[in-house]
């Protein structure tokens, strides 16, 4: 039954009364061009069944072989998530019947999964957090149905049908929707970072079941759980468990108890629905597939992924603080995406001088144009050697901050590298004490009024002096200067 | 000699000789095919154009000198194998009108080598039975008494070789469906080892038992068929990365006085005990003194284990095939009913009606034994029994080189015999099963036959890899014995119906 509406008496009783408890099972498809089973293609967006071979639409007699790019993406993230990256494990057959799953099963991992343990930290506001993961599976997608468009039929497509997925279940370790979907979006950032998943949510290349409950605050016992199925963005998971967290704590205040049950986001409406209760739970029969023998993982190959392997999110984080003075959340930002970090990195390192700067920049300017341009880092037009060749001007103080913006615009749009800009625009900073020390006496003499103010006392006078002075340069004036030959001057 | 009565091996040397054409022999084949069809009902499809083409490239090959060494043989294989533009039927109402749109590796294999394909055969649904008496397509009758069952799995395929219509033909062998049809009908069916002969191509009934292997009346064709057949092939997984044998090597050595000196043969306690036909263990035994005489020895061993090989079959052989059988659910090929009430109602009345009753209750016994509660004891016990039985051999043979008994425990049965009671039924591949269980290779040759006239066969088995030693150990009773080179009376004989 579907629950609606906002209660008002909600808000204040949900944090002193209740916990609430949440865990995460994440399918990120695998980046291999070829499926899992199959050598048929993983592009996304081909009409129906274009990509579905003899072993994806199950013909008999057809046998599945292992993809090893599936494994391989596996390995990275069971050693970039500091978990146990099996020896053998076993590929199991989930049995059910249902028209876009061709062959009456999905081939599965049950008993031994490929990775086993480990942990996916991440930042909130500037507090670290950390989520442990119970294990992480391979198994192949299954197709898609198409009810809209065949009236009384139902149309199958198969291309979507043995995709590499990797199931990553998290242990119930959040505490709010906050933190679930900053779990997500860390997951999210990590499989990226390690190049296994495009994280494309709109194609539902990454999407998530929350596992919901609530129990009094200082009960031992979990809750009863809810599953809620198919969140494929990040909006949606924070908004279906705060649905559902209430939802769950009105049943209870009511006098009422939570069914273990699937249920479904519905975003038009804002709500879960019941999909299936546990009763309704079919027995999947699960067993090790006979056509595939263990998979065997051995140590030289865990050691050439782990040689492969890029350094990690947090790894980077750590030293951005400890190294580049950062602050948590500036690291986060950085770290949020590989290129991003990249960028940042080079950026650094041509810059040899303050590694704040350039985060600011980055973070700042840069981010700002890419919004704007809607390109993506890798393609932004002003590369990091060339941000770190306008840093320089700013370090030098040749440039004032905000000359320093113009400068970046006039590079982003194809106007050439910031020393040509500046030197073309005539647009270097005033800094010769001397020169400056004129252009202040001739303020100060055009303007006895606003002197007067400043010797009565008043701040804001002062500040006025100042954009005076700028102005009189055309902002080329460099502000601290201006400002120390202004306090000499009125006796500050 | 006519052409029908002539080996592979003779066939291919003739051909090879130009004494007579692939067209030839396969339009002859074809006729006497035809002729036998009301008899013994051995085949489902029976490709006369694909064939005689397939001859004539054949001829064309001989001809130029680039031919296979199979090149212009006639075969059948048997209706579980997808044979690509021909109907693939596996003996089910399900698959009744489904073409195969690709070449099992056996298949395109045995093509490669050059052999013509003249139809597919007939065969228990499924490959499930003992008797040919649950295909879709009516029973097959024994070459040697037509009131009797040829056995099954792959009937079609042994009686269309003991009947003489085709040199050789393939079956698979899940329990004993090549061995204890071979046995009943008087022919060799080979079982190689699992992983030899991939199984892509080969519809599953279930997937750690099946084995595709070769029927031929001796086991020098086997060896022959067996060199085509064999290989790995990287479409499926199970299939094993070995070094291309010659499965003849043994065979083609000199024989001496005693060919077998210093050969060790076993004889499982557990194969000579009660339940054994006496007519059979006579025969055993007159075979085993032939041994004898080619220089073997024999020793008693046990295999203790060995006894639960059959409800140890009965549980993983349904469980797998409940799941392999799943495809079959009238979405995307195969029957569906022709009106049905929703997707529910559309998958069980297409699997109601496609399934015969012995696949049916297959399906409901490994639903049951994978059922959650029920999976411990059922199945994860059965796997591990499975792996004392793999114990046993592999003690017997570090005392043995090859073990020897029955394939069967009695010979042909009358139909309708056994089809009322599935347990007598199972009982059948008694002898066989452990075969599969451990995945060793086996062979059934004939050794006699009953007063009554029916054919007995004696089951050799090896262990892993052991084919080109088995082969030679059955080529060299053959050699001193005619049991093979009996006939039945011939079922194509008359004129040919048109």
């Known amino acids: ?492 | 000699m006519a052409a029908h009565e002539d080996t592979i091996a003779g066939l291919a040397a003739a051909l090879a000789a130009r004494k007579l054409s692939s067209v030839e022999v396969t339009t002859a084949t074809l006729d006497r095919i035809e002729r036998a069809q009301q008899s013994l009902n051995a085949f489902v499809t029976i490709d006369r154009d694909g064939a005689l083409a397939q001859a004539k490239a054949a001829d064309a090959a001989r001809a130029r000198g680039d031919a296979g060494a199979l090149a212009g043989v006639p075969i059948a294989h048997k209706d579980v194998l997808m044979t690509a533009g021909l109907t693939t039927t596996c003996g089910s109402r399900m698959l009744a009108k489904f073409v195969a749109p690709y070449d099992a590796f056996v298949v395109e294999r045995l093509r490669r080598a050059g052999t013509v394909l003249v139809g597919k055969t007939n065969m228990d649904e499924f490959a499930m039975g003992s008797s040919n008496e649950t295909s879709y397509f009516g029973t097959v009758k024994n070459p040697w008494n037509t009131a009797m069952v040829p056995g099954g799995s792959s009937g079609g395929s042994a009686a269309a070789v003991a009947a003489r219509l085709v040199p050789g033909s393939t079956g698979t062998d899940t329990g004993g469906s090549i061995r204890q049809p071979a046995a009943l009908t008087g022919i060799c069916g080979l079982k190689p080892t699992y992983g030899v002969c991939s199984r892509y191509g080969l519809i599953a009934f279930a997937s750690s038992l099946d084995t595709p292997g070769p029927f031929a009346r001796t086991a020098e064709d086997c060896a022959l068929m067996l060199n085509a057949m064999a290989g790995h092939d990287p479409r499926d997984s199970t299939s094993l990365d070995r070094p291309a044998e010659d499965y003849t090597r043994e065979i083609a050595k000199p024989a001496s006085g005693k060919p077998l000196a210093g050969l060790r043969i076993g004889l499982p306690r557990e194969y000579f005990g009660d339940g054994l036909d006496a007519e059979v263990a006579a025969a055993i035994d007159a075979a085993l003194a032939t041994f004898r005489a080619l220089g073997a020895t024999t020793v008693d061993i046990e295999l203790p284990a060995v006894k639960l090989s059959v409800p140890v079959y009965y549980v993983i052989a349904p469980a797998e095939a409940s799941s392999n059988l799943s495809r079959f659910d009238g979405v995307r090929y195969g029957h569906r009913a022709a009106q049905y009430d929703g997707l529910a109602d559309m998958y069980r009345r297409s699997r109601a009606e496609g399934f015969g009753a012995e696949v049916k209750r297959r399906i409901l016994v490994g639903t049951y034994v994978l059922s959650h509660g029920y999976y411990d004891a059922y199945y994860l016990k059965a796997q591990k029994v499975r792996r004392l039985i793999a114990d046993d051999f592999r003690r017997a043979f570090a005392q043995c080189d090859v073990m020897m008994g029955a394939t069967t425990p009695g010979v042909a049965f009358p139909f309708g015999a056994k089809s009322a009671d599935p347990v007598a039924m199972y009982l059948n591949d008694i002898f066989t099963i452990a075969g599969n269980l451990t995945g060793t290779p086996a062979i059934s040759i004939p050794c006699g036959f009953t007063r009554a006239g029916l054919p007995i066969g004696l089951q050799i088995q090896g262990d892993y890899f052991s084919e080109a030693r088995i082969l030679d150990v059955a080529h060299r009773f053959q050699q001193a014995s005619d049991w093979h080179a009996r006939a039945p009376r011939d079922c194509a004989a008359s004129e040919p119906r048109r």
């Not at chain 1, 198969?158 to 995709?163: D, K």
């Not at chain 1, 199925?229 to 998971?237: A, G, P, T």
């Not at chain 1, 002197?451 to 009565?456: C, H, L």
């Not at chain 1, 005076?468 to 004036?477: H, I, L, S, V």
Request: some cysteine; proline content about 5%.
């Open chain 1, 1 to 492: 039954m579907a629950v609606r509406g906002r209660s008002p008496r909600f808000e204040g009783i949900m944090t002193a009364k209740w916990e609430v408890v949440i865990g995460l099972e994440t399918h990120a498809q695998l980046s291999t061009a070829s499926k899992i089973f199959s050598g048929a293609s993983t592009a996304f967006g081909a009409p129906p069944n274009a990509h579905a071979s003899a072993v994806d639409i199950a013909l008999p007699g057809v046998l599945p072989v292992l993809n090893r790019g599936a494994v391989e993406r596996a390995i990275r993230f069971g050693l970039a998530v500091g978990g146990h990256v099996q020896p053998r494990s076993v590929f199991a057959r989930k049995n059910y019947f249902y028209p876009d799953l061709p062959k009456g099963y999905q081939i599965s991992q049950y008993e031994i999964p490929v990775v086993q343990g480990g942990r996916v930290e991440f930042v909130v506001g500037d507090a670290q957090k950390s989520v442990r993961l119970t294990r992480a599976h391979l198994e192949e997608d299954a197709g898609k149905s198409l009810h809209e468009d065949f009236s009384g039929m139902t149309g199958v497509d198969l291309n979507r049908a043995g995709t590499p997925l990797l199931e990553i279940v998290s242990e119930p370790d959040m505490r709010s929707a906050e933190e679930a979907v900053a779990y997500a979006k860390a997951l999210h950032a990590l499989v990226r970072w390690i190049d296994i998943c495009d994280g494309n949510m709109q194609e539902g290349s990454f999407r998530c079941d929350a596992n919901v409950s609530v129990r009094r605050a200082g009960d031992e016992a979990l809750g009863t759980r809810c599953e809620i199925k198919n969140l494929n963005s990040f909006r949606f998971i924070e908004k279906a468990i705060q649905f559902e967290v209430r939802r769950q704590v009105e049943l209870i205040d009511d006098g009422g108890t939570v069914v273990q049950e699937t249920r479904l986001y519905d975003p038009d409406r804002d709500e879960t629905r019941s999909m299936r209760s546990k009763e309704d739970a079919q027995d999947y029969r699960y067993f090790p597939d006979p056509d595939l023998p263990p998979l065997a993982i051995d140590s030289a190959w865990v050691a050439r992924v782990q040689a492969w392997l890029p350094e990690l999110p947090q790894a980077m984080r750590a030293r951005m603080v400890e190294r580049h003075g950062l602050l948590p959340h500036e690291a986060a930002i950085l770290t949020a995406e590989r290129d991003v970090a990249t960028y940042y990195e080079r950026t650094v390192a041509a810059l040899g001088g303050s590694a704040r700067l350039a985060a600011h920049w980055v973070i700042g300017e840069l981010s700002a144009a890419l919004n704007r341009s809607g390109v993506p880092v890798a393609s932004a037009k002003v590369g990091p050697e060339a941000l770190a060749g306008l840093l320089k001007r700013v370090e030098d103080k040749t440039l004032s901050g905000k000359l320093a913006s113009t400068v970046f615009d006039a590079m982003w749009n194809g106007e050439g590298d910031a020393d040509t800009i500046i030197a073309a625009r005539g647009l270097k900073q005033i800094s010769d004490t001397g020169a400056l020390e004129k252009i202040v006496d001739d303020v100060l003499a055009a303007h006895p009024a606003i002197v007067a103010e400043v010797k009565a006392g008043k701040e804001k006078a002062f500040n006025a002096l100042v954009g005076k002075a700028m102005a009189a340069t055309k902002g080329k004036a460099n502000p601290g200067e201006v400002n120390a030959i202004l306090k000499r001057r009125l006796g500050g």
